[in-house]
């Protein structure tokens, strides 16, 4: 079960495809937000979700305030589970305050090459299966859409190691959770 921690959406469970999927679990997301809270990286953001699956991550951020977020999913299950979960997310927030939410159904690449708009915050949660290589040109071709200061947070298997970050992107923290490592990195200034 998926659920939303914490913000307008609290509580609510997430619809989550049979297969294809592998939601962040409720433990590490509540790790990662109040590392975020901390660092004051949510409230009036705007959030790209890329990998997005059930799109926990982003819907989190939208509950808790988030201006935008964008959904990048490219399974056809996965994108008809996040419309769902957009809708019923968006449906609990206060009257007049609910943030923008879209649901892109593409590929992460060719949704990065056609220009993503500059963005603040963005969560990559990628299969495990993607290679390194493939995972450092994600974010090579993420660069152009991060806002100055931007916060990127990469989740993988702690069995991977740290990502191949590109000249613009700096490791700034990362955090071990059993067999799951979330990597931060800030836009180079």
Known sequence: MSRIISGFADNLT?????????PTSD??????????DARDEITGRRVLDLYAGTGGLGLEAASRGAASVVLVEKAPAAAKALRKNVDAVVGRAPAGKAPRVDVVAQPVRSYLAGGAGLVDLVFFDPPYELSAAELAADLEALLPSLAEE??????RASRDGEPGWPDGLTLDARKSYGD?????????A
């Open 14 to 22: 997430l619809a989550v495809p049979k297969t294809g999927t592998r």
């Open 27 to 36: 433990r590490v997301r509540e790790a990662l937000f109040s590392s975020l």
């Open 150 to 155: 931007a916060l990127v947070v990469v989740e």
């Open 180 to 188: 799951t490592t979330v990597w931060f990195a800030t836009r180079d």
